[in-house]
């Protein structure tokens, strides 16, 4: 059984509204195959209009006291109507999952239920999953081309196979760069409101993870005083790799935290899909000089860290060095959605020797590029391109083969090109899938 694409049918379930993703192919592709498709991702991002999209029908288990009571007591029973059946925030019924795998088994035909999430539970509640069973995919929030913000001039999948760059300016210059920075992606934000009113909205959000939303991933109960301290160290280092020392002390500034508890909140933040960090590049060098494996800290989406630390669009234009982190939070988030779309995975690079790029793009078949971040001028742009050309002598081609492109991103606007020593210079808001 295939499951109808959702432009050959009209579901109810599709919310007025709802703005096009670009992992609705992944998830068509998958519903095509699995017999079920779990959604996970940070509250707010859009995972239930998302899954609404292709639903036949559906049980909210937030809303509907009564539904999760029913699935907290006879699970079975939430799973009766049209396919694919919503099953939204399952998680808040841990029984079912057993039921689910049971359904999967006994109709033995792909697409019978799709699965949202806002807290990965624990490993051995859904190591059981089976293949062809359950598939995940990852939902983030909005990037810039499904908000209508990239003019999507420049595909990364054409980067990754070796097509070179050549775009006009988008138009968006960098004030509306950093205002969009300070929004972020949530599709339940309205952009006409000032970015003074999402603040105080995303603020509420990080009190909400830190009062309510983590205790609810494991049972564990955590100071809310010290969970808002790591996130605020946590923005204060993003994009960058701080140990758990590092965090802590700085923590510590507002409650004292160990290094253990660190560890322990920075696991809660990862299963509510707050925090995403970033991996080191599993790749092969040419010298001996050893990489750094250590994970670059970016939260989902990087509005809550300029959130949480109360910052500005003037006052991020007036802090080049911090704004430089920020966007580069950005530009990881941007690259992973549209890396998502190629089957590709995105990571970061450095070693020993201080060599490193900020991310490492790489499809998995042979096909990588390498990517600098720089916000504006001809001065960091030469800084980007001299570091990238660095770090490709520093591969293993032999292993790894050449890179398809070496990009410098930008934040300020203006054309996509490729230089005479043949790296890209792409504005982000000319990029896309």
């Known amino acids: 059984m295939n499951v109808e694409p959702p432009e050959s049918r009209r579901t109810t379930l599709t919310p007025v509204g709802y703005r096009k993703r670009i992992a609705e192919t992944e998830a068509e592709r998958t519903l095509g195959v699995a017999r079920a498709l779990l959604v996970e991702g940070p509250k707010g991002c859009g995972k239930t209009w998302f899954a609404k999209r292709f639903a036949h029908s559906e049980v909210l288990l937030e809303q509907d006291r009564a539904a999760l009571t029913?699935?907290?007591?006879?699970?079975?029973?939430?799973?009766?109507?049209?396919?694919?059946?919503?099953?939204?925030?399952?998680?808040?019924a841990p029984a079912l999952w057993g039921a689910i795998r049971g359904a999967c088994d006994r109709r033995a035909e792909p697409g019978q239920f799709i699965l949202t999430g806002s807290a990965a539970p624990t490993d051995d509640l859904t190591r059981h999953s089976g293949a062809l069973r359950v598939q995940r995919l990852a939902l983030r929030t909005m990037s810039l081309t499904e908000q209508g913000l990239s003019s999507q001039a420049v595909s990364l999948a054409d980067l990754l196979n070796g097509i070179p760059c050549d775009a006009s300016p988008s138009g968006q210059h960098l004030p509306e760069m950093v205002d969009t920075l300070c929004r972020g992606g949530w599709p339940g934000l309205d952009p006409r409101i000032p970015v003074a009113d999402t603040a105080r909205f995303l603020r509420s959000y990080l009190d909400d993870i830190a009062r309510t939303d983590i205790r609810q991933v494991d049972g564990v109960e955590r100071d809310p005083v010290r969970v808002s301290a790591l996130i605020r160290s946590l923005a204060r280092n993003v994009a960058t790799a701080a140990s758990l020392n590092k965090l802590a002390r700085e923590a510590s500034a507002d409650a004292p935290l160990g290094r253990h508890t660190?560890?322990?909140?920075?696991?809660?933040?990862?299963?509510?899909?707050?925090?995403?960090?970033?991996?080191?590049?599993?790749?092969?060098?040419?010298?001996?000089?050893?990489?750094?494996?250590?994970?670059?800290?970016?939260?989902?989406?990087?509005?809550?860290?300029?959130?949480?630390?109360?910052?500005?669009?003037?006052?991020?234009?007036?802090?080049?060095?911090?704004?430089?982190?920020?966007?580069?939070?950005?530009?990881?988030?941007?690259?992973?959605?549209?890396?998502?779309?190629?089957?590709?995975?995105?990571?970061?690079?450095?070693?020993?020797a201080g060599a490193e790029t900020d991310a490492i793009v790489d499809a998995g078949d042979g096909r990588w590029i390498a990517v600098e971040v720089k916000l504006d001028n001809d001065e960091q742009v030469d800084h980007g391109a001299r570091s990238l050309l660095a770090v490709s002598k520093k591969i293993d081609e032999t292993r790894m083969g050449k890179p398809a492109a070496l990009v410098v991103i930008t934040a300020a606007d203006g054309y996509a090109y490729q230089r005479s020593d043949g790296v890209s210079v792409v504005p982000l808001s000319s990029l896309g899938p």
């Open 262 to 352: 660190v560890r322990s909140y920075l696991d809660a933040l990862k299963r509510l899909h707050v925090l995403e960090p970033l991996s080191a590049w599993p790749t092969h060098l040419r010298s001996r000089s050893p990489l750094l494996t250590s994970p670059k800290h970016h939260f989902c989406d990087p509005s809550l860290a300029v959130s949480a630390l109360r910052a500005t669009p003037q006052a991020l234009l007036a802090d080049p060095e911090a704004l430089g982190l920020f966007f580069e939070s950005l530009v990881v988030k941007e690259l992973r959605i549209y890396a998502q779309a190629t089957d590709a995975e995105v990571y970061s690079f450095t070693d020993a």
């Open 70 to 92: 029913l699935a907290q007591a006879v699970p079975d029973r939430v799973l009766e109507g049209d396919t694919p059946r919503l099953i939204d925030e399952w998680q808040r």
